[in-house]
């Protein structure tokens, strides 16, 4: 019972070190999210994006992140001066303008609970969040059609 015990502090060890691992990460991000939003003098303050995921190049991931936060600049304010976001509109807005910076078959998932498991073309994905907003925007490729009469 002894080399259960053992095991068993061992795992436990190893997962408090994952979380508190995990806490300074947090840490760190909100830290550089407090930075950039106070370099930016935008007043956007209240906009919290945290890329989660990523197979995309750093120009092509600012120019998501910029017409996220563009997008967000014109949404009016709800109820409490909160945004709401519109996310049928923001995933509109972000395929229509990867389809024609980038090229067609761009596709974008925004909701709060959602799950996938997508095929992507390299270079082309990106998980991110807004707030409590996930945004998951990827490229596919497309494949003429060979019909034959």
């Known amino acids: 019972m002894e080399g259960a015990e053992v095991e068993l502090e061992r795992r436990s060890k190893f997962l408090s070190s994952l979380?508190?691992?995990?806490?300074?990460?947090?840490?760190e991000q909100k830290q550089v999210n407090k930075n950039n939003n106070d370099d930016d003098n935008n007043n956007?303050?209240?906009?919290?994006?945290?890329?989660?995921?990523?197979?995309?190049?750093?120009?092509?991931?600012d120019n998501v992140l910029?017409?996220?936060?563009d997008y967000l600049r014109v949404v009016?304010?709800?109820?409490?001066?909160?945004?709401k976001i519109d996310s049928k509109c923001l995933a509109l807005a972000l395929k229509k303008k990867f389809d024609c910076l980038y090229g067609p078959a761009?596709?974008?998932?925004?909701?709060?609970?959602?799950?996938s498991y997508v095929t992507h073309s390299s270079g082309?994905?990106?998980?991110?969040?807004?707030d409590k907003v996930h945004v998951l925007?990827?490229?596919t490729t497309v494949?003429?059609?060979?019909?034959?009469?």
């Open 19 to 27: 979380i508190r691992k995990k806490k300074e990460a947090d840490q």
């Open 44 to 61: 956007d303050d209240d906009i919290n994006i945290r890329v989660r995921a990523s197979d995309m190049a750093t120009g092509m991931q």
């Open 66 to 69: 910029k017409c996220a936060t």
């Open 76 to 83: 009016p304010p709800g109820k409490g001066n909160v945004k």
């Open 137 to 139: 925007l990827f490229k």
């Open 124 to 130: 082309c994905f990106l998980y991110f969040s807004i």
């Open 106 to 115: 761009w596709h974008c998932i925004v909701g709060t609970s959602f799950g």
């Open 143 to 149: 494949d003429p059609i060979n019909i034959q009469h």
